[in-house]
Nanobody, 122 residues
Framework: QLRVVESGGGSVQAGGSLRLACAAS????????MAWFRQAPGQEREEVAR???????RYADSVKGRFTISRDDAKNSLHLQMNDLKPEDTAMYYC????????????????WGQGTQITVSS
């Protein structure tokens, strides 16, 4: 059973920082594209950042310069360091994985976690 589990969510004031983690099990993590998506109430799920198996990264324009995605293949883990958080970053954050493709399109990703909530107050 392939599984990804997020952790690290919580509440923070604007300008603060949080670090999300995604623990993966059941597959060869290092070969997968990994991504973070988020979904605010009443809105579409959107990509925040992704990191391919070769370490290349992409970010949504709204988080560039504030968020950093990283992976530790030895520990089968994915992280998202979020700095200078803003109220508009409030959302449920999801970890996603796919063995073949690495895009911003959420329908591509085969495996999803349950999500972790981030709330940023002004």
């Amino acid at each position: 059973q392939l599984r990804v589990v997020e952790s690290g969510g919580g509440s923070v004031q604007a300008g603060g920082s949080l670090r999300l983690a995604c623990a993966a099990s059941g597959y060869t993590f290092s070969t997968y594209c990994m991504a973070w998506f988020r979904q605010a109430p009443g809105q579409e799920r959107e990509e925040v950042a992704r990191i391919d198996s070769d370490g290349s990264t992409r970010y949504a324009d709204s988080v560039k310069g504030r968020f950093t995605i990283s992976r530790d293949d030895a520990k089968n883990s994915l992280h998202l360091q979020m700095n200078d958080l803003k109220p508009e970053d409030t959302a449920m954050y999801y970890c996603a994985a796919d063995p073949v493709r690495c895009t911003a399109v959420r329908g591509v990703y085969k495996y999803w976690g349950q999500g972790t909530q981030i709330t940023v107050s002004s």
